[in-house]
Antibody, heavy 120, light 107 residues
Framework: DVQLMQSGGDLVQPGGSLRLSCAVS????????MDWVRQAPGKGLEWVGR??????????EYAASVKGRFTISRDESENSLYLQMNSLKIEDTAVYFC???????????WGQGTLVTVSS | DTQLTQSPSFLSASVGDRVTITCRAS??????FAWYQQKPGRAPKLLMY???TFQRVVPSRFSGFGSGTEFTLTISSLQPEDFATYYC?????????FGGGTKVEIK
């Protein structure tokens, strides 16, 4: 059974850092692109970034709003995907989801989401 | 960036109604497009994908149509479990983008 289990959300001050984790099971992480998507309170979905699969050397893409501040990485031995968030801003407050990408062009499995609150 | 504009942003309907949601793109989408359903406090759920021929992963009352810059999602007979927010997404070009969402509420 495919599962994505997220952790790491917390309350952090502006300018602070946080690392989110997405532990996967039921599939081989490195065979898939993986996306991070966020949702600010009461708002719509916003794509944050992507880690491509092994064949494409785990290269990454980021939304302009987070580029240079956020970094996506993987640990194959832990079957986990990470989102390192630095220089956090109030507007980064959101529920963050990890999602598996299928090469036919969609995200088929999602984590349960984890809340990041940036506030002083 | 490819902007996706959904309409309406909100609709009120009754069980059994036929509803259609439209998603218009600022640039042609050639291959990768998807529709999702989201309920409060839950992760999005894939409904269907494709940019011309849609592959459905949910009941047959959901159907998708369109190509290029205009896409529609139709629910032929609204069921109680269909009251939710619906999002379109393009995965053709970076940055990936979502529509603003359409909230379907009970009349």
């Amino acid at each position: 059974d495919v599962q994505l289990m997220q952790s790491g959300g917390d309350l952090v001050q502006p300018g602070g850092s946080l690392r989110l984790s997405c532990a996967v099971s039921g599939f081989t992480l490195n065979d898939h692109h993986m996306d991070w998507v966020r949702q600010a309170p009461g708002k719509g979905l916003e794509w944050v970034g992507r880690s491509r699969h092994r064949v494409t050397s785990y290269s990454t893409e980021y939304a302009a709003s987070v580029k240079g501040r956020f970094t996506i990485s993987r640990d194959e031995s832990e079957n986990s995907l990470y989102l390192q968030m630095n220089s956090l801003k109030i507007e980064d407050t959101a529920v963050y989801f990890c999602a598996r990408y299928i090469d036919s062009g969609f995200n088929d499995k999602w984590g349960q989401g984890t809340l990041v609150t940036v506030s002083s | 960036d490819t902007q996706l504009t959904q309409s309406p942003s909100f609709l009120s309907a009754s069980v059994g109604d036929r509803v259609t949601i439209t998603c218009r793109a600022s640039q042609v989408i050639t291959k990768y497009f998807a529709w999702y359903q989201q309920k409060p406090g839950r992760a999005p759920k894939l409904l269907m994908y494709g940019a011309s021929t849609f592959q459905r992963v949910v009941p047959s009352r959901f159907s998708g149509f369109g190509s290029g810059t205009e896409f529609t999602l139709t629910i032929s007979s609204l069921q109680p479990e269909d009251f939710a927010t619906y999002y379109c997404q393009q995965l053709d070009t970076y940055p990936l983008t979502f529509g603003g969402g359409t909230k379907v509420e009970i009349k």
